[in-house]
T-cell receptor
Framework: DTGVSQDPRHKITKRGQNVTFRCDPI?????LYWYRQTLGQGPEFLTY????????KSRLLSDRFSAERPKGSFSTLEIQRTEQGDSAMYLC??????????????FGPGTRLLVL | AQKVTQAQTEISVVEKEDVTLDCVYE???????LFWYKQPPSGELVFLIR??????QNEISGRYSWNFQKSTSSFNFTITASQVVDSAVYFC????????????FGQGTELSVKP
């Protein structure tokens, strides 16, 4: 399967613990996005990478959140000192940047986080 | 600022009925892209269609059709002869040029197709 993969699919943690999620984009896709989706809402943009460079961070990404894409391939999203409000689905998507035109983002299955 | 509104939170139909999901968007940009995604209970977002702002031609794909009207800033999605497998949450999304390609999603419409 050459789609976007995410790990883990589910994570339950206690408030105050740190968690890390991983996203493996479609091979050769140079742009990777992270979104957060809470219950009953549409996904909200968090951040994105062009190769290994993090080009934009949403105001939703507090200083407890950090994302990396060290070699321009997979990406990790870490949440430190988790809070119950962090409970959500975290979605990853990737595209290949075309010749100046918007391409289609393909999404992974998501990581469901529950903070107790 | 950009915004996507899906006013219908939930829709329930009986199998074989036609159903239209509404999407209204706001942007001042002249170059933008509109998308529809399907999210089944498993949670994964499945891409359905992408249109750019310069292409108002309606599109049909099997039982699915899309009506893009710039005059009313709408991009509506119709399912003809709905089936139980169409039950899911459907999201309309907007992306504008020169903003990194990030998607702005509506709140979604939950479609329930009953046998």
């Amino acid at each position: 399967d050459t789609g976007v993969s995410q790990d883990p699919r589910h994570k339950i943690t206690k408030r105050g613990q740190n968690v890390t999620f991983r996203c493996d984009p479609i091979s050769e896709h140079n742009r990777l996005y992270w979104y957060r989706q809470t219950l009953g809402q549409g996904p909200e943009f968090l951040t994105y990478f062009q190769n290994e460079a993090q080009l934009e961070k949403s105001r939703l990404l507090s200083d407890r959140f950090s994302a990396e894409r060290p070699k321009g391939s997979f990406s990790t999203l870490e949440i430190q000192r988790t809070e119950q409000g962090d409970s959500a689905m975290y979605l990853c998507a990737s595209i290949t940047l075309g010749a100046g035109r918007q391409e289609t983002q393909y999404f992974g299955p998501g990581t469901r986080l529950l903070v107790l | 600022a950009q915004k996507v509104t899906q006013a219908q939170t939930e829709i329930s139909v009986v199998e074989k009925e036609d159903v239209t999901l509404d999407c209204v968007y706001e942007t001042r940009d002249t170059t933008y892209y509109l998308f529809w995604y399907k999210q089944p209970p498993s949670g994964e977002l499945v891409f359905l269609i992408r249109r750019n702002s310069f292409d108002e031609q309606n599109e049909i794909s099997g039982r699915y059709s899309w009506n893009f009207q710039k005059s009313t800033s709408s991009f509506n999605f119709t399912i003809t002869a709905s089936q139980v497998v169409d039950s899911a949450v459907y999201f309309c999304a907007l992306s504008v040029d020169n903003q990194g390609g990030k998607l702005i999603f509506g709140q979604g419409t939950e479609l329930s197709v009953k046998p």
